[in-house]
């Protein structure tokens, strides 16, 4: 029914960039919350920034100053610039998103994407 599909991730040295996407597609209503989340091995998967369909974000405190979290409400895409990268951002990121969904009634619902890894090494 609906389907995230992230992009965007790849190898980069300590003080590089990268950005991310994640696209949604389906039989999408609307959406709510829109956001990133990551998972480094060994560890549990935490929140790294969201935004509301209002344009309200939150952010870890680990990235704040460094990640920007923006969205696209027309093609359905969330976004994550990512600045200043540190070993200790090196993850799994998944993207994340609170959908309307017709199925064919309405239904709301938690959807997540495959993830896209995110390593920083020199």
């Known amino acids: 029914q609906v389907q995230l599909v992230e992009s965007g991730g790849g190898l980069v040295q300590p003080g590089g960039s990268l950005r991310l996407s994640c696209a949604a597609s389906?039989?999408?209503?609307?959406?709510?919350?829109m956001g990133w989340y990551r998972q480094a091995p060994g560890k549990q998967r935490e929140l790294v920034a969201t935004?509301?369909?209002?344009?309200?974000?939150n952010y870890a405190d680990s990235v704040k100053g460094r990640f920007t979290i923006s969205r696209d409400n027309a093609k359905n895409t969330v976004y994550l610039q990512m600045n200043n990268l540190k070993p200790g951002d090196t993850a799994l990121y998944y993207c994340?998103?609170?959908?309307?969904?017709?199925?064919?009634?309405?239904?709301?619902?938690?959807?997540w994407g495959q993830g896209t890894q995110v390593t920083v090494s020199s």
């Open positions: 935004m509301a369909s209002g344009g309200s974000t």
């Open positions: 994340n998103a609170d959908i309307l969904v017709f199925t064919p009634t309405l239904r709301r619902d938690d959807y």
């Open positions: 389906g039989s999408i209503f609307s959406i709510y919350t």
